[in-house]
Nanobody, 134 residues
Framework: QVHLEESGGGLVQSGGSLRLSCVVSGFTHNYYAIAWFRQAPGEEREGLSCLSADDGSTYYSDAVKGRFTISRDNAANTVHLQMNSLRPEDTAVYFC???????????????????????????WGQGTQVTVSS
């Protein structure tokens, strides 16, 4: 059974940084795409970044491009989201998600495939709260 568990959330001042982690267990291989989403109160869930199953290519939403970095440590079955230059509007619950199909479209040239659409991901963590104070 696939299980994802996020950690690393907390309270940070505007302009600060946080590093989120997502430990993935239950897969019998490392060939899966993984993504980060967030959901603020009263808002829809928003895709932030994803990392392809094959070569680790990445894709970012415009909201976080240049500020957030997704990375993967296959040896530790862990995916990280380094978040810099945080803003109050980044306050949300942050989720990691994985697909079962091994998607390879997390790259800019495949943006028309909507790599950050939540329907593309099959397994979800419970989330970790990030609060950015002004």
């Amino acid at each position: 059974q696939v299980h994802l568990e996020e950690s690393g959330g907390g309270l940070v001042q505007s302009g600060g940084s946080l590093r989120l982690s997502c430990v993935v267990s239950g897969f019998t291989h490392n060939y899966y795409a993984i993504a980060w989403f967030r959901q603020a109160p009263g808002e829809e869930r928003e895709g932030l970044s994803c990392l392809s199953a094959d070569d680790g290519s990445t894709y970012y939403s415009d909201a976080v491009k240049g500020r957030f970095t997704i990375s993967r440590d296959n040896a530790a079955n862990t995916v990280h989201l380094q978040m810099n230059s945080l803003r109050p509007e980044d306050t949300a619950v942050y989720f990691c998600a994985a697909d079962r199909a091994g998607a390879t479209y997390c790259r800019d040239r495949y943006s028309y495939l909507k790599p950050l659409h939540e329907d593309k991901y099959d397994f979800w963590g419970q989330g970790t709260q990030v609060t950015v104070s002004s």
